[in-house]
């Protein structure tokens, strides 16, 4: 039989392996900001996105968020974009938002919102439609009639 003393310790290094949620302390959730990002001073109407000053250093800025863990999800609807990002405080994100090149160029400009979930959920990415044919569902459905799908599916 063991002593006592090499039993707790066997104990002790072996529960993280066994029981690895056990060893780990939840970590505090930080919390959520909502930036709009809408299309600034200097955008040029004239020109696509891609084609836009600054929009490959956006783009850049965006996926160094989300590699450091910032950006929690990213998204369009109609004209703005949406991102949220996850900060310590309301200073941190707008520093994120400020430190992007596009706003210090004008290109494009946002507003940033608490963003607090009520009903938690997921999200995937999902294919984006060919340029043009989105369809909204009360077009594409006679009137009156109501789809078992839930929207976007």
């Known amino acids: 039989m063991l002593p006592a003393m090499l039993r707790i310790l066997l104990a002790v290094t072996l529960a993280p392996a066994l029981w690895p949620a056990a060893a780990q302390e939840a970590a505090p959730a930080r919390p959520l900001f909502a930036a709009e990002i809408r299309t600034g001073a200097r955008w040029d109407p004239g020109r696509p996105p891609q084609e ?44 994120m938002m400020d430190a992007d090149p596009a706003m210090q160029a004008q290109t494009f400009r946002y507003t940033l919102h608490p963003f607090n979930v009520f009903y938690g959920g997921t999200l995937e990415p999902r294919p984006r439609p060919a340029a043009g044919l989105e369809i909204r569902e009360a077009e594409a459905a006679p009137a009156g009639a109501r789809s078992a799908e839930p929207p976007g599916r």
Not at 59 to 86: D, F, I, K, T
């Open 52 to 95: 836009q000053p600054y929009f490959r250093e956006h783009s850049q800025n965006l996926q160094r968020l989300r590699a450091a863990g910032h950006l929690v999800m990213g998204a369009r609807y109609g004209e703005v974009g949406l991102v949220v990002l996850a900060a310590a405080t309301e200073a941190e994100a707008r520093a």
